[in-house]
């Protein structure tokens, strides 16, 4: 019976205070660099500058500051295409000796990493919780 009130009081508090759980959905394939986020076009560039940096986080389901990229994975390198500001594009080794033009889209604006909302939510049902145990236990011990 103890557990039954305890799940039930979770259960009541998670309905209250629910916590994101979802995926983000992303409209296009994109790179972060120095801050600016760079939309993967289809076209293939071939006149490729220097190496100008890499994907330093890769994720499909959330962002992230820095080299950040929800198309492609950690370590993908990013290069300047010559006769082309990086202001306007640069270049993304799509598979090995090919590279994608990744046109600027203005600055990134990432998801703020401050959890400090999740940790209040996870604070109150574990109050929550805690008072349910205290009450089942005081009810059972008559």
Do not use: C
Not at 32 to 61: C, L, P, Q, R
Not at 68 to 94: E, R
């Amino acid at each position: 019976m103890k557990i039954k009130h305890l799940l039930f009081l979770i259960l009541i508090s998670s309905l209250i205070f629910p916590s994101k759980l979802s995926a983000t959905s992303w409209a296009n394939q994109f790179v972060v660099w120095h801050g600016y986020a760079y939309v993967v076009s289809d076209e293939y560039v071939t006149e490729i500058g220097s190496k100008i940096g890499h994907v330093t986080k890769y994720s499909d389901m959330a962002t992230y500051t820095g080299n950040f990229s929800n198309a492609y994975k950690k370590g993908t390198n990013y290069y300047s295409i010559k006769g082309i500001s990086t202001d306007a594009a640069i270049a993304v080794q799509h598979k090995e000796g090919t590279y994608k033009k990744a046109i600027r889209n203005g600055k990134f604006e990432g998801e703020n990493k401050d959890n400090s909302g999740a940790v209040k939510n996870w604070i109150v049902i574990s109050l929550f919780a805690i008072l349910g145990l205290f009450l089942v236990r005081k009810r059972y011990k008559k």
